[in-house]
C-alpha cells in the first residue's frame, strides 16, 4: 500500500511563496510518476503540475511560471514550490502517484492520493 503524507499549507498573502512537500511511502518512489492536484469550494478537483520518474514535468496553463514542480528520489518526496500567488490559488492541495513512470493530467490516472493540505491566499 501507498501512504502520501502533504504538508506546507497554510495562509500567506497574495504575491506571496509556499513550498508543499508530498513524503511517499510503500513502494519505490523513484520509479513512479507524481502529481499534484487541487480543489476548491464548490468546484472539481483539477490538475496543478506533474513530474515523471526523472526530470520531465508539466503545469496547468494558470500556474506555469509560478510554480515549479520536483523531486528528490533520495528523500521519497515531491515538491510543489508555489510563487507570486493570488487568490485564486486558494484550495485544498493534494498529491498523487501514478501507476507508472510517467506523468499524467487526469485524476483517473492516479491510484494513490495524499489526505490534502490547505491553501488559503488573503487579498
Known amino acids: 500500500q501507498v501512504q502520501l503524507v502533504e504538508s506546507g499549507g497554510g495562509l500567506v498573502q497574495a504575491g506571496g511563496s509556499l513550498r508543499l512537500s508530498c513524503a511517499a511511502s510503500?513502494?519505490?518512489?523513484?520509479?513512479?510518476?507524481m502529481g499534484w492536484f487541487r480543489q476548491a469550494p464548490g468546484k472539481e478537483r483539477e490538475f496543478v503540475a506533474a513530474?515523471?520518474?526523472?526530470?520531465?514535468?508539466a503545469y496547468a496553463d494558470s500556474v506555469k511560471g509560478r510554480f515549479t514542480i520536483s523531486r528528490d528520489n533520495a528523500k521519497d518526496t515531491v515538491y510543489l514550490q508555489m510563487n507570486s500567488l493570488k487568490p485564486e490559488d486558494t484550495a485544498v492541495y493534494y498529491c498523487?502517484?501514478?501507476?507508472?513512470?510517467?506523468?499524467?493530467?487526469?485524476?483517473?490516472?492516479?491510484?494513490?492520493w495524499g489526505q490534502g493540505t490547505q491553501v488559503t491566499v488573503s487579498s
Open positions: 498523487a502517484a501514478s501507476y507508472s513512470a510517467n506523468y499524467y493530467y487526469q485524476k483517473s490516472e492516479y491510484p494513490y
Open positions: 510503500g513502494r519505490i518512489f523513484s520509479r513512479y510518476g
Open positions: 513530474i515523471n520518474w526523472s526530470t520531465g514535468t
